[in-house]
T-cell receptor, first 118, second 111 residues
Framework: GAGVSQSPRYKVAKRGQDVALRCDPI?????LFWYQQALGQGPEFLTY????????KSGLPSDRFFAERPEGSVSTLKIQRTQQEDSAVYLC????????????????FGPGTRLTVL | QQQVKQSPQSLIVQKGGISIINCAYE??????FPWYQQFPGKGPALLIA?????SEKKEGRFTISFNKSAKQFSLHIMDSQPGDSATYFC??????????FGQGTELSVKP
């Protein structure tokens, strides 16, 4: 079956533009996570959805960042008025269960969207 | 504390050698410790994982050693191969399901 897919794979934006990044999780996966990975660094948590509910958005760096998952499947991460410091790879991951599923509840990652803000 | 500290930043190993990557954490509430492998242009992929009530887990050439009292864990890659050349991340999961990643180790296995 298909894994997690993300689009676009690459996005170049001028400073101040709005961008929207899409994540298609594995079908049937309840949990969806967004991470930000700066060059040469480990991924950093942004936000978490269980179905359509956004249960944790503590990692969103500013109110310019907004995520949604309206039907509990596809998710969109939107960044308004992009800044150069937003340049990074944005990773989406999904897992089968919710937080109380089982001890492993493996997160499967997509290939990421590389955002470059000029 | 939410940090996970990983070392070394980079590692060069000869083919057939043992690669060792170390991580340390502070938060005793972490309940799951996975290692991820990432190739350029790809997302991280789960390699092996361990629970804190187990001291060692082995899957093929990959072994996690876990020291709960020292709050440290390590990845050992036996008989390292050029195809193992990638960036490796340790991580720890908090009770909210959030993965906290280390800074990564770039492994290069020389033929």
């Amino acid at each position: 079956g298909a894994g997690v897919s993300q689009s676009p794979r690459y996005k170049v934006a001028k400073r101040g533009q709005d961008v929207a990044l899409r994540c298609d999780p594995i079908s049937g996966h309840v949990s969806l996570f967004w991470y930000q990975q700066a060059l040469g660094q480990g991924p950093e948590f942004l936000t978490y959805f269980q179905n359509e509910a956004q249960l944790d958005k503590s990692g969103l760096p500013s109110d310019r960042f907004f995520a949604e998952r309206p039907e509990g499947s596809v998710s969109t991460l939107k960044i308004q008025r992009t800044q150069q410091e937003d340049s990074a790879v944005y990773l989406c991951a999904s897992s089968l269960g919710g937080l109380a599923y089982d001890w492993r509840n493996e997160q499967f990652f997509g290939p990421g969207t590389r955002l470059t803000v000029l | 504390q939410q940090q996970v500290k990983q070392s070394p930043q980079s590692l060069i190993v000869q083919k057939g050698g043992i690669s060792i990557i170390n991580c340390a954490y502070e938060n005793t509430a972490f309940d799951y410790f996975p290692w991820y492998q990432q190739f350029p242009g790809k997302g991280p992929a789960l390699l092996i994982a361990i629970r804190p009530d187990v001291s060692e887990k082995k899957e093929g050439r990959f072994t996690i050693s876990f020291n709960k009292s020292a709050k440290q864990f390590s990845l050992h890659i036996m008989d390292s191969q050029p195809g193992d050349s990638a960036t490796y991340f340790c991580a720890a999961r908090n009770q909210g399901g959030k993965l906290i990643f280390g800074q990564g180790t770039e492994l290069s296995v020389k033929p």
